[in-house]
Each structure stands twice: as structure tokens, then as C-alpha cells.
T-cell receptor, first 109, second 115 residues
Framework: GQNIDQPTEMTATEGAIVQINCTYQ??????LFWYQQHAGEAPTFLSY??LDGLEEKGRFSSFLSRSKGYSYLLLKELQMKDSASYLC??????????WGAGTKLIIKP | ETGVTQTPRHLVMGMTNKKSLKCEQH?????MYWYKQSAKKPLELMFV???????ENNSVPSRFSPECPNSSHLFLHLHTLQPEDSALYLC??????????????FGPGTRLTVT
């Protein structure tokens, strides 16, 4: 079966750095997405990785290793507004988007 | 209006009621999606429309009936629902269904409670 694993919840301190991991087992691979979802709001796109390596976008970076079926989202200089759920999703060989259950990130002052 | 809009934002209905959820996208996209989001579970894809044609129905019970009259509008008709159908229903759109790199844009969702 197809599966995406990410931690259920993480806690970090304002101003610090946090890494949210995502591992996947899917039928083929055509890219990996990270989305941010604040409580009661719509998921919003953060990043897309299809090749191995690190993609940096401001305070957020996303890393992919296809051979390991592994990605992480790195958030730097954490702000209180970064408190949200972070969803990892993989596009399989049929262009189906397989979603993880999300990681709830709690930022403490 | 911009982006993806959904109405109503909240809905409480009895098991014998019939109601409809509406989604509209103002992005010029060709693919639209219905998702179910339950607490601490992955997003469940329900239906996909690409260029107004339904391309996927992921074993969704017949008490959920989608309708896509054009590329900008998507409806989800509900009838004789069960309490376990209570969830957040999200609509999304993307450029089209076939390209792997197209991100999806989500609406704010309809919080559905079945009593």
C-alpha cells in the first residue's frame, strides 16, 4: 500500500529552528509537496521537490532524497505565526496525490 | 472574489436532509477536487474533475454526489448522511490533473456536522 509518515506533533521555541520529517512509500514518485494549514483555514502551498537536494525559500527550506524516500521541511527563525499543521504529500506514478496526516507544530515563546 | 471560495462555511444537517456544498474558483484552472478532512487523518480525495469530466471517484458512498457544470464551479450534493460523515470538506483546484508539479489551491472548507 501507499503510505506517508510524519510526526503527529512537534513543539519548538520562537526564534529557533525546527525540522519536520516525512517518509514515504508510494507506487512511483513524481514529486513531493509541503503545505501549511492554520487551524480552521485552507492548506496553502509551501514547496515542491522533484529532484534530490535542498530548495530554499526564505525562512523555509525543503529537502528530498528519492533513494531514501525521505523529505524534511526546515523552518528557521520561528515565529508564533508558524504554529500550524504541515502536510506532506507525494505524487505517485498515476499523478495521484498521497497525503500524510500532517504534523501539528506548536511554537512557544 | 479571488482564489477558491466555498459556501456554506458551516453546515449542520440531520441524517434525512438534503443539502449541497458549493465551490467556485477564480483562477482559470481546469481541474477541481473534493476532499474530506477528518481530525488527525490524511486528506481523503473524494472526486476529481478535469476539464469538467469526472476522472476519479475514490470509492465514495453514493450519498455523496458531485456535479461540475463548468470548469469554475463544483458542487457536492449530500443526502441521507451518517454521523461519521461529519468532517471538513475542502475544495481545491489546479491548472490541470495531468501535470505532476501543479500545486493545488484550496478553499476554506465547509465544516459539516451530521446530527
Amino acid at each position: 500500500g501507499q503510505n506517508i509518515d510524519q510526526p503527529t506533533e512537534m513543539t519548538a521555541t520562537e526564534g529557533a529552528i525546527v525540522q519536520i520529517n516525512c517518509t514515504y512509500q508510494t507506487s512511483g514518485f513524481n514529486g513531493l509537496f509541503w503545505y501549511q494549514q492554520h487551524a480552521g483555514e485552507a492548506p496553502t502551498f509551501l514547496s515542491y521537490n522533484v529532484l534530490d537536494g535542498l530548495e530554499e525559500k526564505g525562512r523555509f527550506s525543503s529537502f528530498l532524497s528519492r533513494s531514501k524516500g525521505y523529505s524534511y521541511l526546515l523552518l528557521k527563525e520561528l515565529q508564533m505565526k508558524d504554529s500550524a499543521s504541515y502536510l506532506c504529500a507525494v505524487t505517485d506514478s498515476n499523478y495521484q496525490l498521497i497525503w500524510g496526516a500532517g504534523t501539528k507544530l506548536i511554537i512557544k515563546p | 472574489e479571488t482564489g477558491v471560495t466555498q459556501t456554506p462555511r458551516h453546515l449542520v444537517m440531520g441524517m434525512t436532509n438534503k443539502k449541497s456544498l458549493k465551490c467556485e474558483q477564480h483562477l482559470g484552472h481546469n481541474a477541481m477536487y473534493w476532499y474530506k478532512q477528518s481530525a488527525k487523518k490524511p486528506l481523503e480525495l473524494m472526486f476529481v474533475y478535469n476539464f469538467k469530466e469526472q476522472t476519479e471517484n475514490n470509492s465514495v458512498p453514493s450519498r455523496f454526489s458531485p456535479e461540475c457544470p463548468n470548469s469554475s464551479h463544483l458542487f457536492l450534493h449530500l443526502h441521507t448522511l451518517q454521523p461519521e460523515d461529519s468532517a471538513l470538506y475542502l475544495c481545491a483546484s489546479s491548472q490541470d490533473r495531468g501535470r505532476m508539479s501543479y500545486e493545488q489551491y484550496f478553499g476554506p472548507g465547509t465544516r459539516l456536522t451530521v446530527t
